[in-house]
């Protein structure tokens, strides 16, 4: 009903930067009336899920502590467009990242419908 799509991310040294992106936009009837909390989550092989950072619509961030002064979560409430800038890169950054985001949206006949959506992901290597 409603689309998550992630870009940005590649391959890159330690110590670089990339920026990633989230644009979330409807795929069917659903309109996007409201998207409240973004989050950017990561999961690298072999290692359980991790919540990196959280935004809420109003712009109060969460990090957590690995990427905390490195990471910076922002978003365009008017492109429905999270980002995420990421500095100072190391190996141990490796993994998918994946948006997520609670999404409250109208259906043709008036009807608002809530969901959490989540992106297909895109994979982040940092390797020299």
Do not use: H
């Not at 409807?26 to 950017?40: E, K, L, N, Q, Y």
């Not at 990561?42 to 991790?50: D, M, T």
């Not at 959280?54 to 008017?78: C, H």
């Amino acid at each position: 009903q409603v689309q998550l799509v992630e870009s940005g991310g590649g391959l890159v040294q330690p110590g670089g930067s990339l920026r990633l992106s989230c644009a979330a936009s409807r795929t069917s009837a659903v309109t996007i009336s409201r998207i409240d909390d973004m989050r950017w989550y990561r999961q690298a092989p072999g290692k359980q899920r991790e919540l990196v950072a959280t935004i809420t619509s109003g712009g109060s961030t969460f990090y957590a502590e690995s990427v905390k002064g490195r990471f910076t979560i922002s978003r365009d409430n008017t492109k429905n467009t999270m980002y995420m800038q990421m500095n100072s890169l190391k190996p141990e950054d490796t993994a998918a990242y994946y948006c997520n985001a609670d999404v409250l949206g109208v259906l043709p006949g008036g009807e608002f419908v809530a969901g959490k959506y989540e992106g297909q992901g895109t994979q982040v290597t940092v390797s020299s």
